[in-house]
């Protein structure tokens, strides 16, 4: 049974524009009210999520020492898989080793809101693409933005390196994805941690601790979709639209965020699933548009790109004086920020691939691996490059912030997340902002969508998979698709980490305890692609 948008959508959109119509809504500083009723919250959560250990003289969040660990763990274990048999990721993208793949064929979708297809076979480059178009986004022009105004140029060198170790993790968690999956009698897909912490544990007689971190990564999941895959998508967004078109007004933010929650709602309540085929060729071409356009300022700016460099090296070990925390904060910033943006650790890819249809869950790891490369060690590393050019005649001050937006020297004004970004591009190509503004609603848009796919999985392993579950669910998810485009970078940023880093406390656990698991699956697949070389 699906929701018609008839019976379902109007209902909500009438209440939600009855409500918004009403006069106290319609008060001056609407944003403002909302924002401070939800500060508590983010900072409270932050400030449990992100709890330090004393390391010397410094204090680090566990929530990094357990991802960095955990990673370098997991390359070290399977013998620095990421370097490896990088070419043989790639390969298998490329259809090289199809014929040892099969099965039966896997339905794509969940519930219709993603695909056309009811029935369909997924193929590698397609699950690829499908977890790619989820971390490729505002994670890179945005949050790149924040590592490099609080950490300074150092922050990249540190992004690199967490990418380059997530590779691995993101091989481990991924192929346990398609090993524990689940696939009903209609053919529909359900995977991802919360099955493989469950199953995966029992297995190796940890029944009652996999049920427990599985509901723990459930739980987590859906306030990842909340707020990361949500919130923050819908801020930034609204605020590059604010910021290019000259929107001013208390309660702009809440309007914005009103509108793209509608046109959320289309896709995710309704069904109607042409605005997402939409959405899948364009969103692809603005990603294309953006890595040619800073490669172009990148080329244009060669002069620059040795000293840009010198300073990423140089500063990850000794930034300068106004970065707060020294080196420690610089890698800290890096770190926190390419969790966020490849989410290698957090396991909610593994959402994604487990859809793939393949007789062999390591193929699809190897394949996964490919997701850090892409979306930190290049396009990360990209938009680093050109923010830093754009800043060597010190238009603003590294570390120099106030809430978590860097301040500029010349104006006095503050910016921050994809508005500096936007501002660097638009310095080497007058009216970019205005081709960045389309992008990056296009962008949030599809992690938006991506995330309630995510989060719809995580909710109804906890409530049931009934229609009435899943309506809930979106109801919910539309909710904070308006919340986000109201309250501050600040809040939103505080919350989006948290939620997001929170999920690898469950989640790396499982894998810790899954590891072998993964070995047994590599050891059959290597073999075959070896007698295929032969």
């Given at each position: ?183 009903n009698q209609e053919g529909i897909v359900f995977g991802g941690p919360m099955y493989?912490l469950s199953r995966g544990c029992a297995e190796i007689g940890w029944t009652k ?326």
């Amino acid at each position: 049974m699906k929701f018609e948008l008839s019976k379902w959508g109007k209902r909500i959109f009438c209440l939600i524009l009855l409500l918004y119509n009403s006069s106290d809504v319609w008060a001056t500083g609407l944003d403002e009210r909302i924002n401070d009723a939800f500060m508590p919250v983010a900072l409270a959560w932050e400030n449990f999520v992100f709890t330090p250990i004393r390391v010397a003289s410094f204090s680090i969040p566990i929530v990094l020492i357990v991802l960095v660990l955990g990673a370098l763990f997991f390359s070290v274990r399977f013998s620095f898989i990421n370097i490896r048999l990088f070419h043989k990721s790639i390969a298998i993208v490329r259809g090289k080793y199809d014929d040892l793949e099969g099965g039966s064929k896997i339905q794509e979708d969940v519930q219709g809101t993603i695909k056309d297809e009811s029935v369909g076979e997924v193929n590698h480059f397609q699950a690829l693409a499908t977890a790619v178009s989820g971390t490729v986004g505002l994670g890179n022009i945005a949050m790149v933005a924040v590592a490099i105004s609080l950490g300074g140029p150092g922050a990249t060198f540190w992004m690199i390196l967490a990418g380059i170790l997530g590779m691995s993790t993101k091989f481990v968690e991924c192929t346990l994805g398609v090993k524990y999956r689940d696939v009903n009698q209609e053919g529909i897909v359900f995977g991802g941690p919360m099955y493989y912490l469950s199953r995966g544990c029992a297995e190796i007689g940890w029944t009652k601790l996999g049920k427990i971190l599985s509901i723990v990564f459930a739980v987590l999941c859906v306030g990842a979709s909340f707020g990361g895959g949500n919130a923050f998508q819908s801020n930034q967004a609204c605020a590059q639209i604010v910021s290019s078109f000259g929107i001013s007004g208390n309660s702009s933010g809440t309007i914005l965020g009103l509108i793209i929650a509608v046109l959320v709602g289309i896709v995710i309540i309704g069904g109607i699933k042409r605005i997402a085929k939409v959405t899948e060729k364009v969103v692809p071409l603005m990603a294309v548009l953006y890595v040619l356009s800073a490669l172009f300022i990148i080329c244009m700016n060669y002069r620059l790109i040795d000293d840009a460099f010198s300073l990423i090296i140089s500063e990850a070990f000794t930034p300068r004086a106004s970065i707060s925390g020294g080196a420690i904060g610089v890698m800290i910033q890096g770190f926190r920020r390419s969790a966020f943006s490849n989410e290698a650790g957090a396991g909610s890819a593994a959402i994604a691939h487990s859809a793939v249809n393949t007789r062999y869950p390591a193929s699809e790891g190897l394949v996964a691996l490919l997701e850090p490369f892409i979306d930190t060690v290049i396009i990360c590393t990209m938009t680093a490059l050109v923010i830093i050019m754009f800043n060597m005649n010190d238009v603003f001050v590294y570390g120099n912030v106030v809430n978590d937006e860097a301040l500029l020297i010349a104006t006095g004004e503050r910016i921050g997340g994809v508005n500096l970004t936007s501002m660097a591009f638009d310095a080497a190509i007058p009216g970019f902002s205005y081709i960045l503004s389309i992008a990056v609603v296009l962008f949030a848009f599809s992690t938006i969508l991506s995330w309630s796919y995510y989060g719809q999985q995580a909710w109804m392993y906890l409530f049931g998979r009934s229609n009435r579950s899943s309506l809930v669910f979106k109801i919910i998810f539309l909710l904070f698709t308006v919340l986000g485009a109201a309250i501050t970078l600040e809040a939103v940023i505080k919350f989006s980490d948290a939620m997001i880093l929170a999920l690898v406390f469950p989640n790396m656990i499982g894998l810790l305890l899954l590891h072998n698991k993964v070995r047994d699956e590599l050891s059959k697949y290597i073999p075959l692609l070896r007698k295929k070389n032969a």
